[in-house]
């Protein structure tokens, strides 16, 4: 079982290499919250996958709300009476500081913990800093391709369901980039009160409401909620076929994984 969130597509096509690969079940982590009854039980032997962008260096919210919600029932493998297999996998633009750690933390509150951690690094989408860019296509072409060949080695890691596996891309200064920065987007930047709509070259398709994950957006030409549960995963900015939704004052471009080659 593969549970996933995603805004721009990396995280689900990097979700879709690993159930490929692995026969295992997807399930879209906004789908699953939308049903209220989050109790899982695993099948004898069956692995347990999270994947995930890094929001900020930092696990998204609404991937946090599911592991707090969730309860799982692992059951140990009749062949090798090993406990149930549990990894994730972050995507991001360039390092992930210690996502993982506080995913981790969270997991640790159901008492389970990962036995492999992995980190993809993916074409850059945070328009939300002043100091990130998005990629040229040439850049992003080139981490497209280094992804597919990391993929097929965690692929093959999951499928052999390898322990104490971490391969992450932490950068630099990942105290400084999860807990000052990242602390700092998290608090003040997660928010749908930056977003703002140009009237005049929306279509009114309605593409945004309907991929926006925590139903924060109404009518057309779009409306934002204000619900407070915006998790900032910019799908509503990024798939707007007219590019007439906007982020705050700066004007940056648009980024959706469509399988680059």
Request: contains cysteine; charged residues 25%; aromatic residues 12%.
């Amino acid at each position: 079982m593969i549970f996933y969130f995603t805004g721009t597509g990396n995280t689900r096509w990097a979700a879709q290499q690993l159930a490929e690969a692995t026969g295992d079940e997807l399930r879209f982590i906004p789908d699953e919250l939308g049903k209220g009854e989050l109790h899982y039980t695993l099948k004898d032997g069956e692995r347990l996958g999270f994947c995930f962008p890094t929001h900020g260096w930092q696990p998204p919210r609404i991937v946090r709300e599911f592991i707090r919600k969730a309860t799982f029932t692992l059951q140990p493998s009749d062949i090798t009476h090993q406990p149930s297999y549990i990894y994730a996998l972050t995507t991001c633009g360039d390092n992930m500081g210690y996502a993982m750690r506080i995913f981790d933390k969270e997991l640790s509150q159901k008492g389970l913990h990962t036995d492999a951690r992995f980190a993809i690094v993916m074409p850059e989408s945070n328009v939300c800093f002043s100091f990130l860019h998005l990629d040229t296509d040439e850049k992003a072409l080139r981490k497209v391709n280094a992804a597919r060949q990391r993929m097929t080695h965690i692929c093959q890691v999951v499928k052999e369901c390898q322990r104490d596996v971490e391969e992450l891309v932490k950068g630099a200064i990942p105290f400084t980039y999860t807990y000052i920065i990242g602390g700092y987007y998290n608090k003040h930047l997660i928010t749908d009160r930056h977003f703002w709509v140009d009237a005049e070259a929306c279509i009114q398709c309605g593409l945004c409401a309907k991929l926006c994950p925590v139903d924060d957006i109404k009518g057309t030409p779009p409306v934002w909620q204000h619900n407070e549960r915006c998790t900032n995963c910019l799908a509503c900015y990024h798939h707007c076929p007219r590019h007439a939704i906007h982020w705050g004052d700066m004007q940056r471009g648009q980024y959706v994984f469509r399988g680059e080659r």
